[in-house]
């Protein structure tokens, strides 16, 4: 079977979906499984190579999510599988934070060579997102001695309880918690499609800066008590929303001016996946600190916080990891380096293009698309009600999520009513034609549905 996953560019679908395998898995998840997390349909994965995935009932996918944009070199790279296999025979743990080891070191000076701008760098290893961010948010109050944050809405920074309180993408993210970080402001993102100034007079992003400026700096907090402003350059879980530019580099300038920290959070904009190793690259930004993970490893868990070496000056117990900087995450991280360094960035860049181009007549063509936008292969749909309204219409997103995946596509949604195409940075052309040719038949149902 595994065989067949292998061999084959395209879907494979040989039954109404769930099977059942999959009903019996989806059933035992049910009852011990934690209820938070969110399936939008039943695929139980067995296995993957490259873009492909293949259920447990022998059911073959193509694979538009990548993991939520992980699986950066595809799943199961065999260079990748390969670096993993000789380092898990070596050394599984040794525990970064208590002792020395080659990996560490190796890692940080390729991610300081990777790394946007040419300042020397430092980094801390974790192993997620979420935990990537709360170094920054911890590095950014010790290294300024300030502790206000700015973030802006629709941003997702992660779940735990530092990162939860910059969150501000969904309201469920953070009802029941309680109390989150005081002293956090957030800002209106600067969003072509809809911006939260109304008409936009000026270039897009440019009122969200004079609303910085001129209210929350003048009536919510002196920018001398802000320690950083964290941003995602691209949107991820908002809604696959790209800043403009100008904006960030303006953001930029101005953080510098009142000696407040740039964290980007390219947790899921990163690796390449914009066809740049960063988001920040289009931008031609220098971020004081980077928030690395997802893409990093292929699919192993690693967080990476890297910041500027004249910033990362915190002493010895202030900040530290057991798991941080696992080895065998590491070896998975050079591998996956190389092979995007090598070929898949460019890939991003080429494939995303060709999809753009089919992609932006949607517009046009279908009444409930609103917008199509995106860098590389970090793509969004947005779905309303009607272009005139541009009523949000989470409906219409969910109904193709869902046709798609008996179509044996996986997707995932972003956002309110947003279709996020995060696939691997393997996929070709003739992948991401059968994908576009996909959700153009589900659209179109929905449509007719609706
Ligand atoms: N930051 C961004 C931009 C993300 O997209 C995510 C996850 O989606 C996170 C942080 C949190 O990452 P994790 O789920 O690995 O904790």
């Given at each position: ?57 022998g059911n073959i996918f193509l694979d538009f999510a990548a993991g ?211 988001a920040s690259d289009h931008a031609g930004i220098e971020p004081d ?96 009600t009607d272009h005139g309204s541009r009523e949000p219409a989470p ?56």
């Amino acid at each position: 079977m595994f065989e067949a996953a292998m061999d084959t560019k395209l879907p494979l679908v040989r039954m109404p979906l769930p099977g059942p395998r999959a009903k019996q898995t989806v059933a035992l998840d049910e009852r011990y499984i934690s209820p938070s997390c969110t399936r939008s349909y039943p695929l139980v994965a067995q296995r993957g190579r490259g873009a492909m995935i293949e259920d447990v009932d022998g059911n073959i996918f193509l694979d538009f999510a990548a993991g939520i944009a992980v699986a950066s070199t595809g799943h199961c790279h065999p260079k990748v599988v390969e670096a993993i296999q000789r380092q898990a025979a070596e050394l599984l743990h040794i525990s970064g934070t208590d002792f020395y080891h080659g990996p560490l070191v190796d890692m940080a000076q390729r991610l300081e060579k990777i790394a946007p701008g040419s300042d020397p760098k430092r980094v801390f290893y974790s192993n997620s997102g979420t935990e990537a961010v709360e170094a920054a948010i911890k590095l950014a109050r010790y290294a300024t001695g300030r502790d206000k944050l700015i973030a802006f809405h629709g941003c997702f920074h992660g779940r735990t309880m530092g990162s939860l309180s910059l969150t501000a993408s969904k309201a469920v993210q953070r009802k029941g918690f309680g109390t989150l970080l005081s002293g956090v402001f957030h800002l209106p993102y600067p969003n072509r499609y809809r911006c939260p100034f109304g008409a936009g007079a000026h270039d897009c992003g440019d009122d969200c800066l004079e609303h910085l400026e001129k209210v929350v700096f003048k009536k919510l907090v002196d920018p001398e008590e802000v320690a950083a402003v964290f941003i995602e350059p691209v949107q991820g879980e908002g809604g696959y929303v790209p800043a403009p530019a100008k904006f960030l580099r303006d953001l930029a300038d101005i953080c510098a001016r009142h000696g407040i920290l740039l964290v980007a959070d390219e947790v899921q904009s990163g690796m390449g996946r914009t066809g740049k190793w960063w988001a920040s690259d289009h931008a031609g930004i220098e971020p004081d600190i980077l928030c690395i993970a997802k893409g990093v490893a292929s699919g192993l868990p690693l967080g990476v916080t890297l910041a500027r070496e004249s910033l990362m000056r915190w002493k010895p117990g202030a900040h530290a990891s057991t798991f941080g900087g696992n080895p065998v995450s590491l070896a998975a991280a050079q591998a996956t380096i190389d092979l995007l360094e090598s070929e898949y960035i460019e890939n991003a860049r080429r494939v995303g293009e060709h999809l753009m181009n089919r992609m932006k007549g949607w517009v046009g063509r279908f009444g409930t698309v609103g917008d199509v936008r995106g860098m590389g292969l970090m793509l969004g749909i947005e779905f309303v009600t009607d272009h005139g309204s541009r009523e949000p219409a989470p409906q219409i997103r969910d109904r193709v999520v869902e046709s798609a995946f008996h179509k044996g596509l996986l997707l995932l949604g972003a956002g309110e009513s947003t279709l996020r195409l995060s696939p691997p940075l393997v996929i070709d052309t003739e992948q991401a034609d059968f994908a576009a040719g996909v959700i153009e038949e589900s659209i179109a149902e929905a449509e007719r549905a609706a």
